[in-house]
């Protein structure tokens, strides 16, 4: 069997093989901070969703409850460089941080025109309940594309 190129692209191996190394270059760095917490590397939280499955949404903590009321928590006080959810056991989305804070932040935030905020959501499975962004992976990967965007086109500014 042949391969047949589309008329008008002409591959350049040189610079896709530099692109595709300089991936795997950052998974490598990725996977150095998630798995061995190396110095030098990016620093990385994990999180499993028990309901991710099932409801086919993806959980982001925001706040918790303590003895004395409700406090920042989860993503919005990490201070890792990305966020790494786990989805269905063999899946890792790996998100920086500081970009899964601003969807986590807007969905939270966002209500429709009549105040109603289909993303919040309170937990209470555990020793200090907590609130936080039910988001369905749809829109989860929407927003992320959003935001990555943004970051990209302010990065060219």
Same mark, same amino acid.
């Given at each position: 069997? !042949?391969?047949?190129?589309?008329?008008?692209?002409?591959?350049?191996?040189?610079?896709?093989?530099?692109?595709?190394?300089?991936?795997?270059? @950052?998974?490598?760095?990725?996977?150095?901070?998630?798995?061995? *917490?190396?110095?030098?590397?990016?620093?990385?939280?994990?999180?499993?969703?028990?309901?991710?499955?099932?409801? *086919?949404?993806? @959980?982001?903590?925001?706040? %918790?409850?303590?003895?004395?009321? @409700?406090?920042?928590? *989860?993503?919005?006080?990490?201070?890792?460089?990305?966020?790494?959810?786990?989805?269905?056991? %063999?899946?890792?989305?790996?998100?920086?941080?500081?970009?899964? !804070? !601003?969807?986590?932040?807007?969905?939270?935030?966002?209500?429709?025109?009549?105040?109603?905020?289909?993303?919040?959501?309170?937990?209470?499975?555990?020793?200090?309940?907590?609130? *936080?962004?039910?988001?369905?992976?749809? @829109?989860?990967?929407? !927003?992320?594309?959003?935001?990555?965007?943004?970051?990209?086109?302010?990065?060219?500014?």
């Amino acid at each position: 069997m !042949r391969a047949r190129l589309s008329s008008g692209y002409q591959p350049k191996w040189d610079v896709d093989l530099a692109y595709g190394r300089k991936g795997e270059e @950052w998974v490598a760095n990725y996977l150095g901070a998630l798995v061995l *917490g190396e110095p030098g590397h990016l620093t990385a939280e994990a999180k499993r969703d028990r309901q991710w499955l099932n409801t *086919g949404n993806i @959980w982001i903590e925001v706040a %918790c409850k303590r003895a004395d009321g @409700w406090h920042d928590s *989860g993503v919005v006080t990490s201070e890792a460089d990305m966020w790494t959810l786990l989805l269905g056991e %063999c899946v890792l989305v790996g998100v920086p941080t500081r970009v899964l !804070r !601003r969807i986590a932040v807007y969905a939270w935030d966002w209500a429709d025109d009549r105040g109603r905020n289909r993303f919040r959501s309170e937990e209470k499975d555990g020793s200090h309940p907590t609130r *936080g962004v039910r988001l369905e992976l749809g @829109w989860f990967l929407m !927003r992320l594309r959003i935001e990555l965007f943004h970051d990209l086109q302010e990065a060219v500014a």
